[in-house]
């Protein structure tokens, strides 16, 4: 099923392997064979589901193998919802609350990320907000240079501003504490 990578003998022991580095291989394995066809991906993922579940591999272990399956061996949405279908018809209730609880935590994954970027995006209004009150219309490079630092310097420029009597201070600032993100000097020469 895993193409030339996971034929032959090696590709057998990898089947009937019960150490769960082998389930990482296989992964990865049809994840290299499998690019650019989603039918022989699908197959593949189902397969090592398969495996997997036959193996006994049970609670904390099975999720570990099938949340790394969920990651090497990726389908577009139309495809994972037929893959689902499958695997509710094919191997029962297990493996669907096995996927169940993966995309619960997605979804809550998702929602955290959504918070964290809501509530900085925020900070950064407020900051922005500020500041303009202090010192009117800032120009666009400066405000594009507040709104890329992150949560913990704007915290802390939101508290630096109650000090800054000029635009100057602003800048000054700035300068001091360029954004995380920024890219490094020696990043602009690659």
């Given at each position: 099923?895993?193409?030339?990578?996971?034929?032959?003998?090696?590709?057998?022991?990898?089947?009937?392997?019960?150490?769960?580095?082998?389930?990482?291989?296989?992964?990865?394995?049809?994840?290299?064979?499998?690019?650019?066809?989603?039918?022989?991906?699908?197959?593949?993922?189902?397969?090592?589901?398969?495996?997997?579940?036959r193996l006994g591999y049970t609670g904390d272990e099975l999720r570990r193998l099938f949340?790394?399956?969920?990651?090497?061996?990726?389908?577009?949405?139309?495809?994972?919802?037929?893959?689902?279908?499958?695997?509710?018809?094919?191997?029962?209730?297990?493996?669907?609350?096995?996927?169940?609880?993966?995309?619960?935590?997605?979804?809550?994954?998702?929602?955290?990320?959504?918070?964290?970027?809501?509530?900085?995006?925020?900070?950064?209004?407020?900051?922005?907000?500020?500041?303009?009150?202090?010192?009117?219309?800032?120009?666009?490079?400066?405000?594009?240079?507040?709104?890329a630092l992150d949560s913990e310097q704007m915290l802390e420029l939101a508290e630096s501003?109650?000090?800054?009597?000029?635009?100057?201070?602003?800048?000054?600032?700035?300068?001091?504490?360029?954004?995380?993100?920024?890219?490094?000097?020696?990043?602009?020469?690659?």
């Open positions: 099923m895993l193409g030339s990578r996971g034929q032959g003998c090696a590709g057998g022991e990898l089947r009937q392997s019960r150490n769960p580095m082998a389930e990482l291989v296989r992964a990865h394995l049809a994840t290299l064979d499998t690019r650019h066809d989603l039918v022989r991906r699908k197959a593949a993922k189902l397969a090592l589901f398969r495996d997997v579940l949340s790394i399956a969920e990651r090497f061996l990726n389908l577009p949405r139309a495809e994972y919802a037929e893959f689902r279908a499958t695997i509710a018809t094919e191997l029962g209730a297990q493996a669907v609350d096995i996927m169940n609880s993966f995309e619960r935590y997605g979804l809550e994954q998702g929602l955290q990320q959504g918070l964290q970027q809501g509530l900085q995006q925020g900070q950064g209004n407020l900051t922005l907000r500020l500041l303009t009150r202090k010192f009117g219309v800032l120009p666009e490079d400066v405000t594009a240079q507040i709104r501003l109650l000090d800054f009597t000029t635009f100057a201070d602003l800048t000054a600032w700035l300068a001091e504490n360029p954004p995380a993100s920024a890219p490094d000097a020696t990043d602009a020469g690659e």
